[in-house]
C-alpha cells in the first residue's frame, strides 16, 4: 500500500546532529534545552554555558549546520575551560564572544576567519599573547583581554581596521612596537610593566586614546607631536620626571593626565593647546609653578594640580573663563581669593593648604556647587557664604572654627554640610534653615547640646556627632546612617524618651542601615537595637560588651558586624542565621572557640578572629567558598584545617601569624588567588611540594617558624614580589634557583639556626571511628558533628 501525500516513508531517518543537513533538533536533549536559546521571535540563537563548571564546550555546537549559520551570541564566562578548539570559527555569524574567568591558555587563530564577530571577552583567563592574526577579523570592534598573562600585543594589531577598544590592563606587558600607533582604537595598557613608549615615527598614526597609567614609563618621546590624531591619553601612575615641549603641538589633544609622577616643571608649550587642551590633570607630582600664560587654554574646563608644592597661582588663572572644576588641594596656597573672578566655577577643592580666611565677596561665584576648605586655619566664615545661592556641598572640616553664621542655610539648597573636626561648641539655633540637608557631619568637636530643631531636617540621611559632649539629642526620622561613638550618653534603656528606645521605634528611624556605637562604655546591646530590621553595617566596638545577644538573629539584613576590643568569650550561636554576613570583626576579645555556625554564613568575605584565645579551628571550611579575607593571627591555635581547603579558592589574604600551627595542608598551593600570606611565627617544619600553583601570590611570610628546607617549586612562583624565610632552620642551602627568585623579588633569609627549637604543644588527634557490632562497619558521624571527639597528644607529638 502507498503512503499516504505526506506521510512519513517507512525508511525516512531523522536529520543528524552533526555533518551536512545536521539540525538544532537532533541534538541531545540536555543541550538542546539547557543552552540553546532562540533570541526573541528570531530564528537566531544564543549558546548560553555560563556558570556550568565545564571543562570543555561540546563538540557538537561546532559541527551542527544549523548552529553554524544561526548562532550569533555565546557565553561560556565562570567556567574551567582550558581550550577553545581552532573549529570554534565553524560559527561563522558569531557576533558577541565572552569566555571571561575561564583557565584558557590562548585563543585560537582562527578568530581570523570569524568575520562578523564584533565582540570578545576573555579577561580573567591565563593567556600569553593574542591571536596574530586578530587584525584580519574585518568586524571586531571591542577586545576585552584584561588579566591575563599577556606579554605583547600582535605585530600587525595596527592594521585592524575595525577595532575600536582593546584592554589589555594587568598584564605582563614590558614594552610595544610603533605599528600601535596605527590603529584608531582606544587602547587600555593600565597596569603593566611598560617602560618606555615606542618612537612615534609612524606615516599614517590613527591612534585616538591611550591609557598607559600604572606602567613604568620614565619618559615620553620627543616625537609624541606626531600623533597628530591623539585626543587623550592618561600617564598617570609612572615615573615621569619631565613632560616634553613636543606635547603642547599634538593639536587636538583635549584630554592629559600626568597625575602621581614626579614631574617639576610645566612646560610653556602646553599653553599652545589652547583650542582643544579641555582637561588637565597634574595631581601628586612636585610641581612649583603653572605657565603664566595658562589663560590662553581657553577650553580648559578640568584643572586639577591638588598634592604639588604651589605657593600662589599665577594671576592669569583669573581668566580662565570656562573653567568648571578646580582642585588644587594639598598645596601651600595662602589666599583663594583667585576663585572670587572665576564665575563659571562650579567646583572648587582648595583642602589642606594654609588659607587663614574666606573671601567676603565669595558671594560673587555664582555658579558655585561645591567647596572644599578643610584642613586649612579658619577661624570664622564671613556672612556673605550663605548668600552663595548655588551652593550644595560645602566641606569646612578640620579647621579651626568656633561659630556657624546664622546666614548659612538661609537662601541656599544645601544638601552635605560636613564641620566636622573643628572647636565648635554650639550650633544654629534654628537647624530649619538647613532643611535640605542629606548629610550632616558635626563629628570631634565640643557640641553639649544640639537644638531640638534638628528633627525638622526631613532630607537628613546621615548624622555623625561622634566625639562630642551630648548627653542626649533628638533624631530625624528619615536617617539610614547613624554615628553617636564617644559621647557620654545616658545608657537609660528603658527610658521612653532616651534616644536608645527612641532608636528602636518603628514610626521613628525605620530607614536604619548604618550604626555606630563605638566608645560609649557599653556594657549591654540596647534592646531597641534589635527592631532595626534593615540594619546592614552595625560597629560596637571599643566597649566593655561580655555577649552579643542572641536577639541578633532578628538583624536579618545585617553585612558588616564589628565587635572589636570588648570582653566577649564567644559568639551566639544566633549569628548562624545571618545570612546576608559579609564582614565579621571580633578582634581583641578573648573568644576561645570558633563558632561552627560561621561557616554557614556562604556570604562572609572577610573573617577577622585575631588576637582571641582559640586553640582549634574546624575540621574544615564549609561554605566560607567567598571568604577574601581571613585573619586568626595572636591566638593558641595548634590546627589549621586539612579538609576541603579548595573552598577558600576566593581567598585573597590570610594571616595565621603567631600561633602555634605546625603543618600546612597539602591542599594549600590550589589557593590559587591568594596573594598575601601571613604565617610568621609558628611551629611549621616543611611546606607543600607543589608550592608554585599559587599563581596570584605576591607577599609570603614564613619567617620564624621551624622550617628546615624550602621545596624547588617556591622559585617559580611567577607573581611574587616579597618572601620571607627569615628566623628558620634552613642551614643546609636553598633551592636551585634561588639566586633567580631572589633577583626578581625581595627575599628575607637571615638568622638561620640548626638548633632552633619549639616548645611542645598539646595537639588534637582525631579518634577513630568505632566499628559497629553487628555489621563490623565503621559508623560514619552524624551530619552537622565533628568526625570524632579530639583528643590531645602526648607532648612532643
Known amino acids: 500500500m502507498n503512503n499516504k501525500r505526506g506521510g512519513k516513508k517507512k525508511d525516512d531517518k531523522p536529520p543528524p546532529a552533526i555533518g551536512p543537513g545536521s539540525k538544532i533538533i537532533a541534538l541531545p536533549e540536555p543541550l538542546r534545552k539547557g543552552h540553546i536559546k532562540r533570541i526573541g521571535d528570531s530564528k537566531l540563537v544564543h549558546l548560553q554555558f555560563s556558570t556550568a563548571n565545564m571543562k570543555s564546550l561540546p563538540v557538537e555546537i561546532y559541527n551542527n549546520e544549523e548552529l553554524s549559520a544561526l548562532t550569533v551570541k555565546l557565553n561560556a564566562e565562570n567556567n574551567r ?185 610645566i612646560p610653556d608649550e602646553i599653553c599652545a593647546l589652547g583650542y582643544a587642551l579641555d582637561s588637565l590633570k597634574l595631581a601628586n607630582n612636585e610641581i612649583a609653578l603653572l605657565p603664566d600664560d595658562i589663560d590662553k587654554l581657553v577650553k580648559l574646563r578640568v584643572l586639577d594640580v591638588a598634592n604639588n608644592q604651589i605657593e600662589f597661582l599665577p594671576t592669569t588663572v583669573n581668566n580662565l573663563h570656562s573653567i568648571e572644576d578646580i582642585n588644587v588641594s594639598g598645596n601651600k596656597l595662602n589666599s583663594m581669593k583667585f576663585a572670587v573672578t572665576l564665575k563659571s566655577l562650579v567646583s572648587l577643592q582648595i583642602a589642606n593648604n594654609k588659607i587663614d580666611v574666606v573671601p567676603e565677596d565669595i558671594n560673587k561665584m555664582k555658579a558655585l556647587v561645591t567647596l572644599d576648605v578643610s584642613g586649612n586655619n579658619i577661624k570664622e566664615l564671613p556672612p556673605s557664604i550663605g548668600l552663595v545661592q548655588t551652593l550644595k556641598i560645602l566641606n569646612l572640616s578640620k579647621n579651626k572654627l568656633k561659630e556657624l553664621p546664622d546666614s548659612l542655610g538661609k537662601d541656599q539648597v544645601l544638601t552635605e554640610l560636613d564641620v566636622s573636626f573643628n572647636n565648635l561648641t554650639c550650633l544654629p539655633s534654628d537647624l530649619r534653615k538647613l532643611r535640605n540637608l542629606e548629610k550632616f557631619h558635626l563629628n570631634n568637636n565640643e557640641i553639649a547640646a544640639i537644638p531640638k530643631s534638628l528633627e525638622f531636617l526631613y532630607q537628613v540621611r546621615s548624622l555623625n556627632v561622634s566625639s562630642n559632649l551630648f548627653n542626649e539629642m533628638v533624631l530625624p526620622k528619615t536617617l539610614t546612617h547613624l554615628f553617636l561613638s564617644e559621647n557620654p550618653l545616658t545608657l537609660n534603656f528603658d527610658d521612653h524618651k532616651s534616644l536608645f528606645h527612641i532608636m528602636g521605634d518603628k514610626d521613628h528611624i525605620r530607614n536604619l542601615t548604618h550604626l555606630e556605637l563605638c566608645k560609649l562604655e557599653l556594657d549591654d546591646l540596647p534592646p531597641a537595637l534589635f527592631n532595626c530590621r534593615l540594619l546592614k553595617v552595625l560597629n560596637v566596638s571599643d566597649n566593655h560588651l561580655k555577649s552579643l545577644s542572641n ?95 579548595d573552598v577558600l579558592a576566593s581567598l585573597l589574604e590570610l594571616d595565621i601569624s603567631k600561633n602555634h600551627i605546625d603543618i600546612m595542608p597539602m591542599g594549600f598551593p590550589y589557593l590559587y588567588r591568594l596573594k598575601i600570606l601571613n604565617a610568621s611565627g609558628n611551629d611549621i617544619k616543611s611546606l607543600p611540594g607543589d608550592f608554585d600553583k599559587m599563581k596570584s601570590a605576591e607577599v609570603l611570610d614564613f619567617s620564624d617558624n621551624i622550617i628546615e628546607s624550602l621545596p624547588e617549586s617556591i622559585c617559580k612562583l611567577p607573581a611574587i614580589r616579597e618572601l620571607n624565610v627569615s628566623n628558620n632552620k634552613i642551614t643546609l642551602g636553598f633551592p636551585k634557583a634561588w639566586e633567580n627568585l631572589r633577583a626578581r623579588c625581595d627575599v628575607k633569609q637571615t638568622e638561620q639556626s640548626s638548633s632552633k627549637k619549639r616548645e611542645p604543644q598539646d595537639r588534637p588527634i582525631k579518634e577513630e571511628p568505632k566499628t559497629s557490632p553487628k555489621s563490623g562497619k565503621k559508623k560514619s558521624p552524624k551530619a552537622g558533628r565533628k568526625s570524632g571527639p579530639m583528643k590531645s597528644a602526648p607532648p612532643g607529638k
Open 81 to 265: 575551560l582550558k581550550r577553545l578548539p581552532k573549529s570554534v570559527a565553524a560559527l561563522e555569524n558569531l557576533e558577541y564572544v565572552d569566555i571571561r574567568n575561564n583557565n584558557l591558555s590562548s585563543f585560537p587563530a582562527s578568530v581570523a576567519k570569524m568575520k562578523k564577530l564584533k565582540y570578545l571577552d576573555i579577561t580573567a583567563n591565563r593567556v600569553k599573547k593574542l591571536p596574530n592574526p586578530i587584525h584580519k577579523a574585518a568586524s571586531l570592534a571591542t577586545v576585552l583581554a584584561s588579566k591575563n598573562r599577556i606579554r605583547g600585543l600582535p605585530k600587525n594589531i595596527g592594521k585592524s581596521t575595525s577595532l575600536e577598544y582593546l584592554d589589555v590592563s594587568y598584564n605582563m606587558i614590558k614594552s610595544f612596537k610603533k605599528g600601535v600607533y596605527e590603529t584608531g582604537a582606544f587602547i587600555n595598557f593600565s597596569h603593566n610593566r611598560i617602560t618606555q613608549m615606542p618612537p612615534a615615527t609612524v606615516k599614517k598614526p590613527h591612534i585616538k586614546k591611550l591609557d598607559l597609567s600604572h606602567n613604568s614609563i620614565a619618559f615620553i618621546p620627543e616625537t609624541i607631536d606626531r600623533l597628530s590624531t591623539l585626543t587623550w591619553i592618561d600617564l598617570s601612575y609612572n615615573s615621569l620626571d619631565e613632560l616634553p615641549a613636543q606635547i603642547g603641538m599634538i593639536k587636538y589633544l583635549h584630554y592629559l593626565d600626568v597625575s602621581h609622577n614626579s614631574i617639576k616643571i
Open 551 to 645: 536577639q541578633a538573629c532578628k538583624l536579618r539584613a545585617l553585612e558588616h558586624l564589628d565587635a572589636s576590643r570588648n570582653e566577649l568569650k564567644d559568639l551566639p550561636d544566633s549569628l548562624n542565621n545571618l545570612i546576608n554576613l559579609k564582614s565579621i570583626k571580633v578582634t581583641e576579645n578573648g573568644i576561645t572557640e570558633f563558632l561552627p555556625g560561621i561557616l554557614k554564613l556562604s556570604h562572609l568575605e572577610e573573617l577577622d578572629l585575631s588576637y582571641n584565645r582559640m586553640k582549634l579551628m574546624p575540621d574544615n571550611f564549609g561554605c566560607l567558598h567567598k571568604l577574601k579575607r581571613l585573619d586568626v593571627s595572636n591566638n593558641e591555635l595548634v590546627n589549621f584545617p586539612q579538609d576541603r581547603v
